[in-house]
């Protein structure tokens, strides 16, 4: 009994720690955290670098074991830039899973901003404490240990142009080792100049069904290229997240500062949007079937408690007319009560503690997967989503949450989402519990690993280097 007592008085310590981190911002890179959100799109969204979960993780760390056989092999991976966007730090969590395997990593970062950086800093030196080494992304050394590498890990589609950089009319020879690891969706990445050499290449890893069938699409269709072999890999919460979402204690914590700064009472119903303000993750669309579930409320005389809306993830500076536009329409329609903005924030896991709904509202193909939907189900939440994209391969409409329709004609639904939700607490409860038992069998971590184990097995047999381990 004193253990567990300890044990939460040291969680309640650290989740403490996290909330002044929060509400204090400026100690900026203090805590180095780690991706919460989609790494699609990352590149449109700026100074992304912020929609983050959790503190650095403590201590050594369990190794599953899904990994092991990539000991003492050599791997490169390149990531296009290093920042706290999504795309470099999963690239980073795949880092510490191969060292824990006991691979030799190199990290190479094609795009370095020409000024020293906080950012790049921190993020270096905490992958060299990790045993990852750090190199130039051009010269002599990024040649050579390419050529000697078991395996070539490029990330995201921009990463493609560090091949010619390096190799120049050579590049054939390091091609049937690179693994491509793609998480975008948006027209603009199908470029030949960008990846020309992915026919070549041993193959494409995506993190979604629909994101690969819309990779095979367009490179077809629009640069009649055909694409290499494809291996979808759903990716999977951080450990810390899962501890965060698990310890009840923290939860309560951090739900009751949360909803004490936005002024939400305990009772009161709070629906967010975790996503960069943008037209594309649906802000606006969201707040119109929120007014709307409100409309419906009032008619019907539904008995629901006091309904709140929030969205996390404002960033003035980055969408101004866009943000102007949706605080317009809250003081338009005299909502201003029950809307909250919050800006972009450091971690994620006080608000998803502190809400009782998650709304996905992203537009037109949606989401390429969509971290956070998987990061809400761990905090056995409900997830009202677009039927788009990597959401429809998380969430199981009716189960899980309630899907509806992307554009215009989902406005409706999901207003009529949010009231069955709202009125219907029993269901509310079943659906977080049914979210949360998804993520323990397919979202987790672990699970990640051993789905990219799969792939890196067969591309290492497919390359033909799994024989020779790297020469020390
Ligand atoms: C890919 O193309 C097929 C046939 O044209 C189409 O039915 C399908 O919806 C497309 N998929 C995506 C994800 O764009
Ligand atoms: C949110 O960001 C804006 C500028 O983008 C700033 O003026 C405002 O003070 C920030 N709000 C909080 C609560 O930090
Ligand atoms: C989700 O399920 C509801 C019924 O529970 C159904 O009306 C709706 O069409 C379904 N939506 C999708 C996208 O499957």
């Known amino acids: 009994m004193a253990k567990s007592s300890v044990t939460c008085l040291n969680f309640q310590k650290r989740w403490i720690l996290l909330l ?20 699609c799109d990352f590149h449109s969204r700026s100074v992304e670098e912020v929609m983050v979960s ?31 966007s999504g795309g470099p730090l999963l690239l980073m969590e795949l880092a510490f899973l191969l060292r824990n395997g006991g691979a030799q990593v190199v990290w190479i970062t094609n795009q370095n901003p020409a000024e020293p950086n906080e950012v790049v800093y921190s993020l270096e030196h905490r992958m060299l404490d990790r045993g990852v080494q750090v190199i130039p992304a051009k010269g002599p050394e990024a040649l050579e240990t390419a050529l000697n590498a078991n395996l070539v890990i490029l990330n995201t589609a921009v990463a493609g142009k560090w091949l010619d950089a390096v190799f120049k009319e050579g590049v054939s020879r ?17 470029k030949l100049e960008y990846v020309k050499h992915l026919p070549f290449v041993a193959g494409a890893m995506i993190d979604s069904h629909t994101t690969a069938e819309y990779w095979r699409n367009r490179t077809e269709q629009r640069l009649g290229i055909k694409m290499p072999q494809n291996y979808v890999v759903h990716l999977g919460n951080s450990k810390d997240l ?54 419906i409320i009032q008619e019907q005389k539904l008995q629901v408690p006091s309904m709140h809306a929030v969205i996390v993830g404002s960033d003035m500076k980055a969408q101004p007319k866009f943000e102007k536009q949706l605080h317009d329409f809250v003081v338009e329609k005299k ?65 899980t949450g309630l899907l509806h329709p992307a554009g215009k004609e989902g406005v409706i639904p999901l207003a ?31 699970h990640m690993a051993e789905r990219i184990a799969k792939v890196l097995k067969e591309v290492l047999k497919k390359s033909g280097t799994s024989a020779h381990s790297f020469k020390y």
């Open 174 to 190: 390091v091609l049937p080792k690179v693994l491509w690891w793609i998480h975008e969706m948006r027209g603009h990445y199908f």
């Open 335 to 399: 909502i201003q009560d029950q809307v909250h903005f919050v800006n972009k924030s450091l971690t994620v896991a006080p608000y998803l503690a502190a809400i009782d709904v998650l709304v996905q509202n992203s537009q037109a193909r949606g989401e390429c997967f969509g971290r956070i939907t998987i990061e809400a189900m761990a905090f056995q939440l409900p997830v009202l989503g677009t039927a788009a994209g990597g959401t429809t391969e998380i969430v199981v409409n009716g189960s």
């Open 54 to 84: 959790i503190p650095e993780r403590r201590g050594p760390e369990k190794n599953s074991g899904f990994l092991d056989f990539m000991k003492s092999k050599l791997i490169l991976l390149v990531s296009h830039e290093l920042s706290l």
């Open 416 to 446: 009529k989402n949010i009231v069955k939700l709202a009125t219907h607490v029993e269901r509310r409860f079943t659906m977080g519990k049914k979210g949360f038992e998804r993520v323990k069998e397919r979202f987790m971590e672990h």
């Open 20 to 39: 002044l981190a929060i509400f204090s911002i400026s100690t900026g890179i203090a805590f180095i955290m780690r991706a919460a959100f989609d790494p």
């Open 242 to 295: 899962m501890e965060a979402a698990e310890d009840s204690v923290a939860r309560r914590v951090l739900r009751e500062h949360v909803r004490g700064s936005l002024g939400v009472r305990n009772e009161d119903l709070l629906f967010a949007i975790i996503n960069s303000v943008s037209r594309g993750k649906g802000q606006d669309l969201f707040l119109q079937s929120f007014y709307e579930s409100l409309q």
